[in-house]
């Protein structure tokens, strides 16, 4: 049994286990994928396996209790993000326990919650549910939020209607109600190149593409001065930006190809996807034309990179009561990060909060860290989820 001062050995042994794979989301996850399920069918439940097109990641939907009832989703992700050109000073990819702090790429975000819930499958099996628990295991959340969009159609064409879900991502176990939704996108802009003595004969990608980054920035400007309000979020408004730009070769050639990296990211007021085709609208209408009037071959290509639908669930919501008395907390908080949260509200309609150990500050960065007391908390979140379960 773990205390808030304790942890089990069993939490921190599968911890170390999940942090020595190196889930990176450039290669497989199949590795940890075959862990996970051997460990799980070990212990009583059922694993359904969704394997993307390539067959080198997947995702799991592990049931234990009564499958034909509703139940309760404990969600979490495989992958991590790279370690390369990190300053860490502890090993990545092995665990390392230092002052209550356990050190490892993906111990905040987010093996630690995974880990939490493993260990607690053995309890799971042994306790009298009368409503299913659910494991979800996802890969390819940090590029996109990917793997689990096949996972919930599979979840939905089974007839499986849960109740709830909690996606553990790194809260400090801070009930999250709500995160922002993003859209982000590459345009590139194809001019005409020439000798840059001769400027007036080309057609400058660059500079019709600086063109395009200026009116991101203002809408970005107008939605900060005028747009929607919601005071739960630390930036409190939706926030739009150019964070890539690469183009041209040499001072002295007119460039004829820039490529611009965008996004918005929104509060529930508004919608990141249509304010992207606002300032995209702004290229098809205003910039193409004027580059085509001087070359017919000019023009800009646009791929869309990222789209996930935010989370917005209301304070009162039965979901949100119930996470905060499994937390023993009575407040509830938004953040600008997005999750899996959001698509499991909107494609699998399903209620969905946010709370897991960890800090997202912590995420992302060389000397990736979890606390013991964090984990402690969140296992005790889980065994009363557990007794909640037995109805």
């Not at 050995?9 to 989301?25: K, W, Y």
């Not at 940090?142 to 209607?161: K, N, Q, S, W």
């Not at 910039?287 to 791929?303: S, Y």
Request: with cysteine.
């Amino acid at each position: 049994m773990t205390s808030p001062d304790s942890l089990s050995p069993a939490i921190q042994d599968l911890l170390a286990t999940l942090v020595a794979f190196e889930t990176v989301s450039s290669a497989s996850n199949l590795p940890l994928v075959d862990f996970v399920e051997d460990y799980a069918r070990r212990h009583g439940a059922t694993v359904e396996r969704v394997t993307d097109g390539t067959g080198l990641k997947a995702a799991l939907w592990i049931t234990v209790g009564p499958a034909d009832r509703p139940g309760y989703v404990l969600s979490g992700h495989s992958d991590v993000v790279p370690v390369e050109g990190q300053d860490w000073t502890h090993p990545p990819f092995r665990l390392t326990e230092i002052d209550g702090r356990l050190y490892g790429r993906g111990t905040s975000d987010m093996k630690g919650f995974v880990a939490v819930c493993l260990a607690f499958l053995p309890e799971m099996a042994a306790a009298p549910l009368t409503r299913p628990l659910h494991l979800a295991l996802s890969y390819d959340e940090e590029v996109g939020c990917l793997g689990v969009r096949p996972l919930i159609a599979h979840v939905r064409e089974r007839g499986i209607a849960p109740l709830g879900c909690f996606v553990g991502e790194p809260t400090g176990m801070a009930v999250v109600i709500g995160h922002k939704g993003k859209y982000g996108a590459r345009v590139t802009f194809r001019g005409r190149g020439c000798h840059s003595a001769l400027a007036p004969a080309g057609v400058n990608a660059v500079e019709y593409a600086a063109r395009f980054i200026e009116r991101v920035r203002l809408t970005a400007e107008g939605l900060a001065r005028d747009g929607a309000r919601d005071d739960l979020y630390d930036v409190p408004h939706t926030t739009g930006l150019t964070a890539l730009v690469q183009g041209g070769t040499a001072l002295n050639i007119v460039p004829d190809r820039c490529t611009v990296g965008f996004e918005f990211r929104a509060i529930a007021g508004d919608d990141p996807r249509g304010l992207a085709e606002t300032v995209l609208a702004y290229a098809h209408d205003v910039l193409v034309p004027e580059m085509q009037v001087r070359d017919p071959a000019c023009g800009i290509t646009v791929e869309p990179v990222i789209d996930y639908p935010g989370l917005d669930v209301a304070p009162d919501a039965p979901l949100v009561t119930l996470a905060k008395r499994l937390a023993g907390r009575n407040g509830h908080a938004k953040v600008s990060y997005g999750t899996e949260a959001g698509l499991f509200q909107s494609l699998g309609d399903v209620p969905s909060v946010v709370i897991g150990p960890g800090d997202i500050a912590r995420a992302h960065k060389a000397d990736e860290y979890v606390e013991t007391r964090e984990l402690a908390e969140c296992a005790g979140f889980v065994r009363r989820l557990i007794a909640e379960s037995c109805g």
